[in-house]
């Protein structure tokens, strides 16, 4: 991509309500716009990096076998009556079409379990898992940290069906070393903790997995040799590591990126979910639901990764691989590096290319607010020295 075209621009006049690190980093980058509080719209940067995030989340539940699938995010009142959540759920956007009750999806167990139930009859249909990536939506009080709390954001959400408990809590250990591995391709696997937390209504513990920021709105006890942690809501409850007995946890600010729960019987028992077994007796499916926020993942990468120059992005999630700066003012040099962006792009490696006429300074400074981790830069100086100039500013 040649940096002269691209619609969007650095940009110094972001606004100051939105005082988060993520929020204000990836305006100022041309990453992301505020359109109002809570929710934004994804510009061509910030879109490839949400997408390269999503691709990791999808390619990663594709290898646990689930199988991808899309809701609708306009969803009827009468399920969520059945569940009792209609009333239960005070983020939830409602609205009225004619005298019909709506709402817009903030979360999908509602849809999803009768919308498996009449494939799943006999023992031979389980287990099952299916995924959505999709946008939720949930009216947030006050949503102040840019992509970490959204009005309007992405998530991923599986769910999973089976014939009994065993079952269950096996595949939720699978799913759960999956999302270790998740965190580890976005460059967050050193920092991001698999966490006891509260269970809510239907188990004692769910887990989830909380990546250490300053500016995080939770606080975890850290256990760092078995690499847990312990939410802070249940420190009282459960005060030493749950694998190891110490009481030497350290505290943290941290960010949710994941939550994971047993849901067990609630909502297969509200939309009479059940399976016939080998001797044709009645059983109920006890379920599980993974959630992971794509683009509070992507805020939290920003929260966690920049320095006072700008973003630094993980290989994996760049939304190029090079930035490749020229300096060249005469038009044959400009030609010449035109080349070496064509050929960079033909060994495989997706490029930006400021080409823009610009002060050095300038382009330095939006280079590394920008944070695409490997940066060519040529110049008359590089080319008297016969070669280029390449920086790697973060590991890949
Ligand atoms: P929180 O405790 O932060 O309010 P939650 O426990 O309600 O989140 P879940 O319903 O478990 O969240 O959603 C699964 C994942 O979706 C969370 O772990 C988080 O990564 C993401 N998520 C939840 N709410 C938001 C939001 N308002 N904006 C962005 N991401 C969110
Ligand atoms: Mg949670």
């Given at each position: 991509m040649r940096q002269s075209q691209l619609v969007t621009k650095t940009r110094k006049d972001v606004s100051q309500q939105e005082h988060s690190i993520n929020a204000q980093l990836l305006e100022r980058a041309g990453y992301i716009a505020k359109l109002m509080a809570g929710v934004f719209s994804y510009l061509p940067l910030g879109y490839r990096v949400l997408a390269k995030i999503e691709n990791i989340v999808r390619c990663s539940m594709d290898e646990l076998g689930a199988q991808e699938i899309l809701m609708p995010s306009l969803?009827?009142?009468?399920?969520?009556?059945?569940?009792?959540?209609?009333?239960?759920?005070?983020?939830?956007?409602?609205?009225?079409?004619?005298?019909?009750?709506?709402?817009?999806?903030?979360?999908?167990?509602?849809?999803?379990?009768?919308?498996?139930?009449?494939?799943?009859?006999?023992?031979?249909?389980?287990?099952?898992?299916?995924?959505?990536?999709?946008?939720?939506?949930?009216?947030?009080?006050?949503?102040?940290?840019?992509?970490?709390?959204?009005?309007?954001?992405?998530?991923?959400?599986l769910y999973s069906f089976h014939a009994n408990e065993e079952d269950l809590n096996t595949y939720y250990d699978t799913v759960k070393d999956m999302y270790i591995r998740i965190f580890e391709r976005c460059g967050l696997g050193d920092i991001t903790y698999f966490t006891y937390a509260a269970g809510g209504t239907f188990s004692k513990y769910s887990h989830e997995f909380q990546t250490i920021a300053p500016d995080g709105?939770?606080?975890?006890?850290?256990?760092?040799?078995?690499?847990?942690?312990?939410?802070?809501?249940?420190?009282?409850?459960?005060?030493?590591?749950?694998e190891c007995g110490s009481k030497e946890l350290t505290q943290q600010k941290s960010i949710e990126v994941g939550n994971i729960f047993k849901l067990m019987y609630k909502f297969s028992k509200a939309f009479n979910l059940t399976y016939r077994d080998s001797k044709d007796a009645e059983q109920n499916i006890p379920m599980g639901c993974y959630g992971l926020g794509t683009t509070r993942l992507m805020g939290a990468i920003v929260e966690a990764?920049?320095?006072?120059?700008?973003?630094?992005?993980?290989?994996?999630?760049?939304p190029y691989d090079i930035h490749l700066l020229s300096f060249f003012r005469s038009p044959d040099m400009q030609q010449k590096a035109h080349e070496l962006y064509l050929d960079i792009q033909k060994k495989g490696y997706e490029v930006l290319y400021d080409d823009?006429?610009?002060?050095?300074?300038?382009?330095?400074?939006?280079?590394?607010?920008?944070?695409?981790?490997?940066?060519?830069?040529?110049?008359?100086?590089?080319?008297?020295?016969?070669?280029?100039?390449?920086?790697?500013?973060s590991s890949p």
């Open positions: 969803q009827p009142k009468e399920p969520w009556v059945i569940t009792g959540r209609w009333d239960e759920v005070d983020v939830m956007y409602k609205l009225k079409a004619g005298d019909r009750d709506l709402c817009l999806g903030p979360t999908h167990e509602e849809v999803v379990t009768p919308l498996i139930a009449p494939y799943i009859t006999s023992y031979k249909d389980l287990p099952r898992a299916v995924y959505q990536i999709q946008t939720k939506f949930r009216n947030e009080a006050r949503p102040k940290s840019g992509l970490l709390r959204g009005r309007e954001f992405r998530m991923k959400d709105e939770d606080t975890i006890f850290v256990c760092s040799p078995c690499r847990v942690a312990i939410n802070h809501e249940i420190i009282e409850e459960l005060s030493a590591c749950p990764l920049h320095d006072e120059h700008g973003i630094m992005w993980p290989a994996s999630v760049a823009r006429e610009v002060r050095t300074g300038q382009k330095f400074a939006d280079a590394d607010l920008s944070g695409i981790p490997i940066r060519i830069v040529i110049s008359v100086k590089t080319v008297e020295l016969s070669n280029v100039e390449c920086t790697l500013l």
